[in-house]
């Protein structure tokens, strides 16, 4: 498939501006699916999609392919809720565009400043869909003089839906600048605009071509000739909506299905297709891993973006940053909404779905055999800041418990787990409160093992106060000798082990188990030791020393050296963005001071304002809930973990 023939897409909203129902519509009309779900029955196609069996393979695909007007359109599921930002973010960077729905009745509200805010954070362009005009209240113009005014962005109408009594009756294309009438599913092209539409039409037409043609000397000679191109206007506002400088805006309503394809009109037009990252032009094969789950007979399944070059069904993979061996692609299917079609090969810019034999995790970076180190993804080990301990009730529970963990992990690469050999107490690493707490309900609800759960608490982690080495140390055993030299710098994360020279497989290996259990055991019982480079090298040797005494070499050497590094414990530092609406700044601003959390700033807006803090998280736990009681539900709160600052004694 040719990459100009894509589009990488999804919705973003805020819950509850109907972004479910939308995406039951786009899905409609892509002929994916016959007939709508009712969100407010509960399943909804797209929420049954990630489970669904297709040709025996249950894969959780988080993606929906269609053809729109000769496009392929690759539809991603954004999870709903913006407190899971890792999943979010991990969602926004595998789209190359968005829809962004906003609520024609409730207008902008602070919700929707975040939500905006996470898709500038990744650069995505988008277009927006105005929603619920069926409602009383709904205020099409409205809406888009709030987005103009709440967002640096010129929002410009290229479809005006006409309302009455709660009805949309019609709408005026100010592409093509023709009128149709609309009843129910069924539009019929009008001769002329009616006299009574132009009112609003013209004007919107007028800035329209205004807007558009800023910067475009083609589209201005024809508006001055009067004689405008659609497709012309069309590639100057696609211009416009790369670029972030305009968001052509239609709208109507999802529950009722009224005017809905014109978002994806929208899609098509103005939103870009795949395009190469930069530096990657000639990388054999590069992507990132959106989804896992088990196929047929467990085999693994992996939804994939592809960034750069090929994969190819027998072709061999690696895991970008890690020591595993290469794994080999299995069968590869797109995942259209309503089938799986397998291909033997797929090209950059497509989504996929992947056979393979290892084991995978979301946000893992997959590279095609031979390409060079890159990571679409940060390293989130720093981010995994809180950690809860399970204890499960019998051995039968305990195996339950320790699968459901694995899943869990492998589903979500934000999520971690280790069990303690001696007593068996498993603990859960995550970067949020909510996240946790979703993911024990998944743990019940998926094994139902009986286990207990402590409240979660706040990671420490150790670093290196200093560089430290080179230091010698040897060992003996029955006449055999070796001789290990090791040093040691401070990094910012994981483990990293060079050699200096030749070395042995065997005593590699030991050497590096030797290093790791002291990096693990970390120093002070606060937790592990993060963030180091160790260089090591045989400075002297018998003829064929055992493995064992690498080991044995680095068991004392290692902790001697860490010793003398120096360790500092640092905890998680936060970055706290409360919304809220103005009645309730005052009690959510109290809670704060009660809690010692520094406010940094707080901006006014019309409908409400920002409170802006950084705290170490630690007294921040419990905060969401809390303020969404205290602003009845009306606040919103994300917590995102910035780096981690050195504990005061
Ligand atoms: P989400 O939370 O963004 O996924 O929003 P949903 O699609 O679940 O919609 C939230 C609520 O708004 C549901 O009760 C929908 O039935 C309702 N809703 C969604 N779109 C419309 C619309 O266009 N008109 C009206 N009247 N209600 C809508
Ligand atoms: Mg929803």
């Known amino acids: 498939m040719e990459s100009d023939k894509i589009r990488n897409i999804g919705i973003i909203a805020h819950v509850d501006a109907g972004k479910t129902t939308l995406s039951e519509q786009i899905l409609l009309h892509g002929g994916a699916i016959r007939s709508v779900g009712k969100v407010d029955d509960g399943m909804t196609t797209m929420d049954y999609l990630r489970q669904e069996q297709l040709r025996g393979i249950t894969i959780r695909a988080g993606v929906a392919s269609f053809e729109w007007k000769g496009k392929q359109i690759n539809f991603v599921d954004t999870p709903g809720h913006i407190d899971f930002s890792l999943e979010v973010e991990r969602s926004l960077r595998v789209l190359d565009g968005a829809i962004a729905v906003f609520c024609g009745v409730r207008g902008v509200e602070p919700r929707t400043k975040a939500v905006w805010a996470l898709a500038d954070k990744f650069d995505v362009p988008r277009v927006g869909w105005i929603n619920k005009l069926d409602m009383p209240g709904a205020d099409f113009a409205g809406t888009i003089l709030e987005i ?304 207990k759960a402590w409240p979660p608490h706040v990671r420490r982690r150790e670093r290196l106060r200093e560089s430290v080495g080179p230091m010698k140390e040897k060992a003996e055993w029955a006449g055999q000798w070796l001789e290990i030299e090791a040093k040691v710098e401070p990094a910012d994360d994981g483990t990293t082990i060079h050699w200096a020279g030749e070395v042995p497989e065997g005593i590699r290996a030991a050497a590096e188990a030797g290093i790791r259990e002291a990096m693990g055991n970390g120093h002070s019982g606060h937790g592990s030791l993060d963030g180091a480079i160790w260089t090591l090298s045989i400075c002297g040797k018998s003829e064929a020393p055992p493995a064992a005494l690498g080991k044995k070499i680095l068991d004392h050497l290692g902790p001697e050296i860490l010793k003398s590094a120096g360790i500092i414990t640092e905890i998680p530092a936060t970055k706290a963005l409360i919304q809220t609406p103005d009645e309730h700044l005052g009690a959510i601003l109290a809670a704060l001071q009660s809690k010692g959390v520094e406010i940094q700033a707080i901006d006014t807006q019309r409908n409400g304002s920002t409170i802006k803090a950084f705290s170490p998280l630690e007294p921040l736990l419990g905060c969401v809930t809390l303020f969404r009681s205290l602003s009845k539900g009306q606040a919103l709160v994300s917590l995102d973990p910035n780096g981690w600052v050195v504990e005061s004694a």
């Open 148 to 451: 103009e005014e709440a967002f640096a962005i010129t929002a410009i109408p290229v479809d005006w839906p006409v309302v009455k009594d709660g009805v949309v009756v019609g709408a005026v294309d100010l592409i093509e600048w023709t009128a149709r009438e609309l009843r129910e599913h069924q539009s019929r092209k009008l001769s002329a605009i009616p006299a009574d539409w132009l009112a609003f039409a013209e004007p919107a037409r007028e800035r329209l071509l205004e807007e558009a043609s800023k910067d475009d000397e083609a589209l201005m000679e024809q508006i001055l000739s009067n004689a405008v191109d659609p497709a012309t206007l069309i590639q100057a506002i696609a211009r416009g909506c790369k670029s972030g400088r305009l968001l052509p805006i239609t709208g109507g309503s999802a529950l009722r299905g009224w005017n809905s394809a014109t978002v994806l009109d929208s899609v098509v037009r103005y939103l870009p297709s795949p395009s190469v990252p930069k530096g990657l032009e000639d990388h054999p094969g590069a992507g990132l891993v959106f989804q896992t789950s088990r196929g047929e007979e467990n085999r693994r399944v992996v939804v994939t973006r592809l960034f750069a070059g090929t994969v190819r069904s027998g072709g061999l993979i690696k895991k970008a940053h890690s020591d595993d061996p290469p794994d080999t692609i299995g069968r590869i299917f797109k995942v259209f909404a309503d089938d799986l079609k397998e291909t033997d090969f797929a090209q950059a810019g497509e989504i996929v779905a992947l056979e393979v034999g290892q084991q995978w995790r979301t946000g893992d970076t997959i590279l095609a055999e031979g390409g060079q180190e890159v990571r679409f993804e940060a390293d989130h080990r720093a981010r995994l800041v809180l950690e809860l301990a399970l204890e499960a009730a019998s051995e039968e529970d305990h195996r339950l418990l320790r699968i459901g963990l694995e899943h869990l992990a492998e589903e979500d690469s934000g999520i971690e787990w280790s069990e303690e050999a001696e007593t068996g107490r498993c603990t859960l690493r995550g970067q949020g409160e909510l996240q946790l707490e979703v993911a024990l309900e998944m743990l019940r609800e998926a094994h139902t093992p009986s286990f």
